[in-house]
């Protein structure tokens, strides 16, 4: 399969615009193949781990937050394996926000799981995870998007989300953590969008600079192919 189908994984601090961009990604997709992503899978931020989007009730998340570490783990582990099983690699176009990489962060440091010598250690299972993944789609993309810590704070006043996991005095902690995972991850397609004072757009055009030598003869057909059909009228 490899080549054949654009695979991408967003991975970022909160607030860093991670579900902003991959909707931006997923209407260009519209607007230039004809296309969109079946899915955008983001269920990695306890506790809003169902749902395209979350669709979690305040009990349900109420629920998960009070559940012990050991649960969580089994639950984020699950999902992470569901999401990357063989039969993953057969669909078209993928793409997962945060995937191994939000929990590989956030639950050693904030839900007590995944922690350094301990049963399902995070740094050893996420290459495991990636193992799996590259098996089957060596053509995955992790792409890093990041902001400035005060963009971060800016945004968390400005538009707080309900749960939130990053703590104001903690995003710097976060964010050096996400950079440190993305340069151990064994996906050797990285890039890096800087979403700091930029509008949707300008974060759009960052992400299509830099993921060009990545997009397959497939892809590159596919936008050839659509143009020609709306010059033609169809």
Not at 1 to 11: K, P, Q, S, T
Not at 61 to 89: D, G, V
Not at 115 to 128: A, F, K, N, S, V
């Amino acid at each position: 399969m490899e080549g054949i189908d654009m695979r991408l994984i967003l991975a970022g601090c909160e607030y860093s615009g991670t579900t902003t961009l991959s909707q931006s990604i997923d209407d260009w997709m519209q607007e230039n193949m004809g296309c969109r992503f079946s899915l955008i899978h983001d269920h990695w931020k306890i506790p809003h781990t169902s749902g395209h989007p979350d669709d979690t009730t305040e009990d349900e998340q109420n629920w998960l937050l009070n559940a012990t570490p050991k649960i969580m783990e089994m639950h984020q582990r699950h999902s992470i394996y569901y999401h990357i099983q063989p039969a993953t690699w057969e669909m078209p176009d993928w793409m997962a926000i945060g995937l191994h990489i939000d929990d590989s962060v956030y639950g050693p440091m904030y839900f007590g799981y995944g922690l350094p010598d301990t049963r399902h250690d995070r740094r050893i299972d996420m290459h495991r995870m990636e193992r799996s993944m590259l098996r089957f789609a060596q053509d995955l993309v992790l792409v890093n998007v990041t902001a400035s810590p005060n963009t971060i704070r800016e945004r968390m006043e400005t538009s707080p989300h309900p749960n939130q996991i990053v703590k104001k005095d903690e995003v710097e902690k976060v964010m050096s953590k996400f950079d440190e995972l993305v340069n151990w991850s064994l996906i050797p397609n990285k890039i890096t969008v800087d979403t700091t004072s930029k509008t949707k757009d300008e974060s759009l055009q960052e992400f299509m600079k830099f993921i060009r030598p990545f997009l397959s003869d497939t892809d590159r057909s596919r936008i050839v192919a659509h143009k020609a059909l709306i010059s033609s009228g169809n």
